[in-house]
């Protein structure tokens, strides 16, 4: 007893110089942020004048912000398509996917299973220029529906490796009580399968939602039409003007973190706690 | 339901939202563009100066008054991504119908590839001239330099692939306030002398005058060479003309005889007006900021409109943003070149270069697999008529390219100057000898470089790459060759057969052109083989 | 484990292989008939249009002599031994809040840490960019302001001799030959790389408070603590951020390509394999060329994937 609570007190005594550290890195962290803030009110001139300290309210420019909303909404519906279709799209197919591996072990699993696990080794550098040949002759370029299709094909593999893993493990007593029950395939994916992996489901949806959201490579070589940008897209445009007003930059771009941080705030806990949880299955 | 639960469903419901907005948008957008008879022509450029997206923006919309069911999108891309943009686009055959030439599209290989050659509409008059001086004149007499060079004729093919917009001219933009200040007066340097005097007046009283730092120059790696480019040409201007003999008056010379002489080592970079160039590039570059060969455009103009430079060296282009961001009145004049009697540089120089052959540019190329080939044609001709060639220069704040426009008084000190001697060669050759100049480039500028050190350091990478570029030429030599043969076969075949009328008149074209490429390319091979080295890569 | 079957009820279960078509049909049309297509086109000449003139071993040949290519290596070797080094900071973070007395805090802590990495990775991206940026960018002005910059010039003057650090000039970072690598190196200070962070701090939970009482028992002192104690355990993850860190840069280029543009820089200096595979097909059209560079990227990076697989398997 009195050596836990000596031993509590003598750790409490050493915290606050970990506290200054991490409190030190965090601050580091959130500089750009408050860079981001501050400077979206100024214009360049206020900027060059006092780069560090935030302006006087009354001289904020809105209109950055304005100029911000407009060139990032149309943008933005482009990007929310194309990830939340490509995620939804990858999820269930990948579910289905892992499904076939984790029930039974059916044959010829072994060698589709290896064919798999080969991709994840497989550096995707050598594909980009095949890819984009690929989406020509399909007559994909310059369509939202090829950077949705990449994205749901792209995401197989991790998802179905992870899912395989994780409906392993779930007990065979319950899908041979849901089959005795009459239940198909379908409905034991329905009933057993995604209640159960709620949670990782959950984690592969966010990781694969941001990698479409983030995306700008294939975006950048496969459209053309300004109209049919991805916000990644739109950014490197936007930063490739010529005289830079760096306050509707930076606006433009908190703007565009802003849905990011609105959905972070929502899963939060469940990003977490899946990804502690994969951590640990190593 | 926990707070969790409820959370997690607000947030889902939040998605589902504004995926649906999403949908709707990237929906509605894809049905207007299907199902309608409109016709669209769309170009694309790289020119996001201030002023020249109105200016094309109101030829576009002048253009569909008069063609309803036409509309006309204007696509413009940032200059650094251009490159990428424009051969993922050709590769992938959703180019735009009309693309501005620039960075990546000039070869000779892609012209040729993609691009539709103009040359056999640009000898009847344009119809959009109709009522104006130019109505009589053949399309391509209406442009200020008769479009007979580069951009927009290429002399390898032949043939001419661009319609311009503008045509440009190098000069000095100077803060009248600051000059007033440090010379004491308004008068403007017309002599390399006079403008060193100048520089070292700054240099010297700069900052006691002004109470900080003023550097004469604000160079950059792309400003810089504006100015050390003019005076290396004006220094091998005799040089130039002993190799080009009779062929004076061509704008554009011969360059491949300047490149065997020096293969052959009967011309060495050591030529005493070859270095008497590079001296004068040198000592240019004195007068501009420490390490400016590292720093952007973008960084040269900042320092010259926070008043921290006298003067910086542009094209007309950017006169727009140049006079809209500085808080000080502009003033212009030509970059000076050493007169006869400059006891240093003199002996080289005839005298003050013509700008009668500053190219036009701006220019668009007709993508060959247009869908609305005939339709973008026509566009290109009217964004060429006099009448908005005009509009395009008053919105713009650029030069016009077409004959017989006003020019409005800022601008008239940026027309060409006619009058002048011709202009010597840029000691770039090639790619290969253009990145050996460049990685040694050090050694010649900055404080401490030297025209000695610089040529040794050339040596024989130089003497490799120039070899190399030498191959490079061969092989797209032999290439045009190669497509210009099927062409002529099957423009004799036709002609044989009597099939298309115009095939005669096709073919004896061809061969004139065809002989002139093989002699060239025949004395490229002679030229290798003689020198021991194999003519291609 | 799945459940074997009886080869009766394999054959009564025939509908299960419909689950897998569409995984299948994606991941063979998107993932491997590409790579069958960039085998088959590095033998070519090929400009992505419809001809392609074979020329064997052509490609592969100019690839062992392609000079830009292997300077691109030495530029990427320097940037994963860095990267390796950056990986640290994320570790100690981890350590430090573990070693937290309280669990509030902890967990505050950690949801501070991921508000950071949702910023979208562009805009970080770009934000680094404007940090750099020789006017207006923060790197400059804080160089300025605390003294640093006459460090530089001082630096430059009599140990480096590059002649880029000058008074009264603002520092190129990405337009100056030599100072590339160093902007790539300092780009993301200070290098905390929040996922790595939390997958850290997961595996140091499962340590029990035991193992630390019984080492303050022993007197044992903070940082023989973390080399006995905490490292080993959680050296199982380090290596697995090791493995993707490694081939991860080997093939990345997008860093490069934003800051830098398709041409690597100022110098080249910033070329890297990947992106003289991109700048080979996307600005110079060489199609099969750029097939060719990446077939020989592939193999690269494929060997140090066994390698590194064979090796982390071992260990655990």
Redesign the interface.
């Known amino acids: 007893m009195t050596d836990g609570q000596t031993i509590a007190k003598g750790r409490k005594s050493a915290d606050w110089l970990k506290h200054l550290v991490i409190g030190g890195i965090l601050l580091i962290e959130m500089f750009p942020f408050y860079m981001m803030l501050q400077i979206s009110f100024k214009d360049n001139a206020m900027f060059n004048r006092s780069p560090w300290l935030p302006a006087w309210i009354t001289s904020w420019h809105w209109e950055n912000w304005i100029f911000g909303a407009r060139l990032v909404t149309p943008y933005l519906a482009n990007t929310v398509f194309i990830s939340v279709s490509a995620t939804v799209g990858s999820i269930v197919i990948a579910v289905m996917g892992a499904y076939f591996f984790a029930r039974y072990r059916m044959p010829f699993s072994g060698i589709l299973w290896s064919a798999f696990l080969v991709l994840m080794l497989m550096p995707g550098v050598a594909n980009i220029v095949p890819l984009f040949l690929l989406l020509k002759e399909m007559h994909l370029l310059n369509t939202l529906w090829a950077l949705v299709i990449l994205g749901v094909a792209g995401g197989q593999v991790f998802n179905i490796y992870v899912l395989r893993n994780f409906i392993e493990d779930i007990p065979k007593d319950l899908f041979e009580a849901a089959e005795i029950d009459g239940a198909s395939h379908f409905q034991q994916i329905m009933n057993v399968v995604i209640p159960l992996s709620g949670s990782i489901i959950g984690t592969l949806a966010i990781l694969t939602f941001l990698g479409s959201w983030n995306d700008f490579l294939m975006p950048l070589i496969v459209l053309r039409d300004r109209q049919l940008f991805p916000l990644g897209v739109g950014l490197i445009y936007l930063d490739g003007e010529p005289v830079k007003e760096w306050g509707r930059t930076m606006a433009t771009y908190f703007l565009a973190s802003l849905p990011l941080i609105i959905l972070f705030l929502f899963t939060m806990k469940l990003f977490v706690r899946g990804l502690s949880a994969g951590a640990i299955k190593g | 339901m926990n707070r969790e639960k409820i959370m997690n469903l607000i947030g889902l419901t939040l998605l589902a939202a504004c995926f649906a907005m999403a949908l709707t948008r990237v929906f509605s957008r894809t049905a207007t563009h299907l199902g309608s008879d409109v016709v669209t022509i769309r170009f694309a450029h790289y020119q996001l100066e201030s002023g020249v997206r109105g200016a094309f923006d109101a030829i576009a919309r002048e253009y569909e008054k008069i063609h309803p069911g036409v509309v006309v999108e204007q696509m413009s891309i940032p200059e650094n991504v251009y490159p990428t943009w424009t051969v993922t686009q050709l590769a992938g055959g959703t180019a735009p119908d009309l693309i501005e030439y620039g960075p990546s599209t000039g070869s000779d290989e892609r012209l040729a590839r993609y691009f539709q050659p103009l040359t056999e509409w640009v000898g009847s008059p344009n119809p959009y001239n109709k009522g104006t001086s130019l109505e009589k004149t053949p399309w391509r007499q209406t442009f200020l330099d008769g479009l007979t060079g580069w951009p927009n004729y290429n002399t390898n093919l032949l043939e001419i692939y661009g319609m311009p917009n503008t045509v440009v001219t190098i000069r000095f933009f100077y803060n009248r306030d600051l000059y007033r200040k440090i010379t004491g007066n308004e008068t403007l340097p017309r002599t390399y002398q006079e403008f060193i005097e100048v520089c070292r007046k700054v240099e010297q009283d700069g900052e006691r005058i002004t109470g900080h730092k003023v550097v004469p120059i604000a160079g950059s790696k792309s400003n810089a060479p504006r100015i050390t480019e003019s005076l290396f040409c004006g220094q091998v201007q005799k040089l130039w003309a002993q190799y080009q003999g009779d062929d004076l008056r061509q704008a554009n010379g011969n360059e491949a005889v300047l490149r065997f002489a020096v293969l052959k080592h009967k011309l060495s970079l050591y030529d005493p007006a070859i270095q008497s160039a590079y001296q004068i590039t040198h000592d240019a570059g004195q007068y501009m900021q420490p390490g400016f060969m590292q720093l952007n455009r973008e960084d040269a103009v900042f320092t010259f409109t926070q008043g921290n430079a006298l003067m910086i060296a542009t094209g007309s282009y950017d006169t727009v943003s140049l006079t809209s961001q500085a808080p000080f009145e502009i003033g212009v004049f030509p970059v000076p070149s050493p007169t006869r009697d400059d006891p240093v540089y003199g002996k080289f120089v005839f005298g003050p270069a013509t700008e009668a052959g500053a190219p036009t540019q701006g220019s668009f190329l007709l993508y060959m697999e247009s869908k609305h080939k005939q339709q973008a044609l026509d566009f290109l001709r009217f964004m060429t008529s006099q009448k908005m060639n005009a509009l395009f220069a008053a919105k713009s704040g650029w030069l016009p390219a077409v004959i017989g426009v006003d020019v409005d008084e800022k601008m008239k000190p940026f027309m060409p100057e006619m009058d002048g001697y011709i202009n010597g060669f840029r000691p770039y050759w090639g790619a290969d000898t253009y990145r050996v100049i460049d990685n040694n480039q050090y050694l010649l500028l900055g404080s401490d470089g030297s025209v000695k050190k610089f040529l040794d350091a050339l040596g024989k990478d130089f003497d490799a790459a120039l070899v190399s570029d030498s191959q490079s030429v061969n092989k797209t030599s032999r290439n045009n060759l190669l497509r210009q043969d099927i062409a002529l076969a099957s423009y004799m075949q036709l002609s044989r057969q009597n099939a298309v009328p115009a095939a005669a008149k096709k073919v004896s074209e061809l061969n004139e052109i065809e002989t002139k490429l093989e002699l060239d390319l025949d004395d490229g091979i002679l030229e290798m083989n003689e020198l021991g080295f194999p003519p291609m890569k | 484990?799945?459940?074997?079957?009886s080869?009766r009820?394999?054959l009564h279960?025939w509908?299960?292989?419909l689950?897998?078509v569409?995984?299948?049909v994606?991941?063979a049309?998107?993932?491997?008939?590409?790579?069958a297509?960039?085998i088959y086109?590095s033998f070519f000449d090929w400009?992505?249009?419809d001809a392609a003139r074979f020329t064997g071993l052509a490609n592969y040949r100019r690839v062992l002599n392609d000079v830009v290519l292997w300077r691109s290596f030495e530029t990427i070797g320097i940037l994963i031994i860095a990267n390796i080094i950056k990986l640290i900071?994320s570790i100690l973070?981890a350590v430090?809040?573990h070693?937290?007395?309280?669990e509030k805090?902890q967990y505050w802590?950690?949801?501070?840490?991921?508000?950071?990495m949702?910023?979208?990775?562009?805009?970080?991206l770009?934000?680094?960019?404007?940090?750099f940026d020789?006017?207006?960018g923060?790197l400059n002005?804080v160089l300025d302001f605390t003294g640093g910059k006459t460090l530089l010039i001082a630096l430059d003057h009599h140990f480096l001799r590059w002649?880029?650090?000058?008074a009264?000039?603002?520092v190129?970072w990405l337009?100056?030959?030599h100072l590339i690598v160093p902007s790539l190196i300092i780009w993301g200070?200070?290098w905390?790389g929040t996922?790595g962070v939390?997958?850290y701090?997961?595996?140091l939970?499962?340590i029990g408070t035991e193992v630390y009482?019984a080492a303050?028992l022993d007197g044992v002192n903070s940082f023989q603590k973390f080399i006995h104690i905490e490292l080993p355990l959680i050296m199982?993850?380090v290596r697995?951020s090791l493995v993707l860190l490694i081939?991860g840069t080997?093939?990345g280029f997008?860093l490069q390509?934003?800051l830098l543009?398709?041409n690597g820089g100022?110098?080249g200096s910033g070329m890297v394999?990947?992106l003289w595979?991109?700048n080979r097909?996307?600005?110079?059209?060489e199609?099969g060329y750029?097939?060719a560079l990446?077939?020989v990227?592939?193999i690269f990076?494929?060997a140090l994937?066994?390698l590194n697989?064979k090796y982390v398997r071992v260990e655990?």
Not at chain 3, 126 to 131: A, E, L, S, Y
Not at chain 3, 163 to 166: L, S, W
């Open positions: 484990m799945p459940a074997t079957l080869p009820k394999a279960e509908q299960l292989y689950f897998l569409p995984s299948l994606l991941v049309t998107f993932m491997y008939f590409p790579a297509s960039a086109h400009q992505g249009g900071p973070l430090l809040i070693r937290l007395g309280s805090w802590y950690r949801v501070l840490l991921v508000l950071p949702i910023v979208p990775g562009l805009v970080r770009f934000i680094w960019k404007f940090f020789p006017n207006f923060i002005k002649g880029i650090f000058h009264g000039v603002p190129p337009s100056e030959s200070f200070p905390i996922v939390l997958i701090l997961a595996g939970q499962s009482e303050d199982t993850q697995l081939i080997l093939q997008g390509f934003l543009g398709a100022a110098g394999p990947g595979m991109f097909a996307f600005s110079a059209g199609f750029a097939c990446g077939m990227l592939f990076i494929l994937t066994l697989n655990k």
